[in-house]
Structures are given as C-alpha cells and as structure tokens.
C-alpha cells in the first residue's frame, strides 16, 4: 500500500510564495510518477506539475507543468527521501484550491483519473 502526506498548504497574499511538500512511504518505488493536482470548489481536478515515469531508480523522471502555473511553480523531487515539493510564486487568488499530491507506476500524463494513489490534500487559500 502506498501512502502520500502533504504538508505546507495555508492562508497566504496575492504575490507571496509557498511550498508544498510530500511525502510518501510504503509500496511506492522511486521510479514512479508523481505528481501535484488541485481542484477547486466546483471545478474539475486540475494537473499542476509532476514528474515522469523513471526506467531507473535514480534519474527521478522529468519534470512537466499544467498551462497555468508554468513560469510560477516549480516542482523538485528528491528519490531518496521519496519526496516531491511544490515552489509556488506569484500566487493570484486563482491558485485557491486543495492541492494534492499522486503517485501512479507508469502514467505520466495530465488526467487525474489514471493515477492510482492520492493524499488526503492540503488546502491552499490565496487573498486578494
């Protein structure tokens, strides 16, 4: 079983900088695919960054980013400690939503649905 446990999210300003973290344990390899998503209240689950799919255990993948937060959000991943980070600059109230982190064993792409393993999420609220 693979568990996933962000951290980090909170109440910030437009403008300000966040990062959040997770971390996961279990049954999870470091070649999986992880990434970040988040959905705001009636809104669909949205891909915000991840990294790829990894044959080898020690490259980590790639990193890929969702349309809205390129330029803004970086993501980083360190596979020895199997965590996976979310840099967040520029925060606009738009970026408000839970964020969560998901991990999968192949799929690398941007549809929620594919991935198999989620955290519970951290919400992220950015004021006006």
């Known amino acids: 079983q693979v568990q996933l446990v962000e951290s980090g999210g909170g109440l910030v300003q437009a403008g300000d900088s966040l990062t959040l973290s997770c971390a996961a344990s279990?049954?999870?390899?470091?070649?999986?695919?992880m990434g970040w998503f988040r959905q705001a209240p009636g809104k669909e689950r949205e891909f915000v960054a991840g990294f790829t799919w990894s044959p080898s255990p020690g490259t980590g993948g790639s990193a890929y980013y969702g349309n809205a937060v390129k330029g803004r959000f970086t993501t980083s991943r360190d596979s020895a400690k199997a965590t996976i980070d979310l840099q967040m600059n520029s925060l606009k109230p738009e970026d408000t939503a839970v964020y969560y982190c998901?991990?999968?064993?192949?799929?690398?792409?941007?549809?929620?649905?594919?991935?198999?393993?989620w955290g519970q999420g951290t919400q992220v609220t950015v004021s006006s």
């Open positions: 279990g049954a999870i390899s470091r070649t999986y695919a």
């Open positions: 998901a991990a999968d064993r192949f799929y690398s792409g941007t549809d929620y649905k594919h991935f198999e393993h």
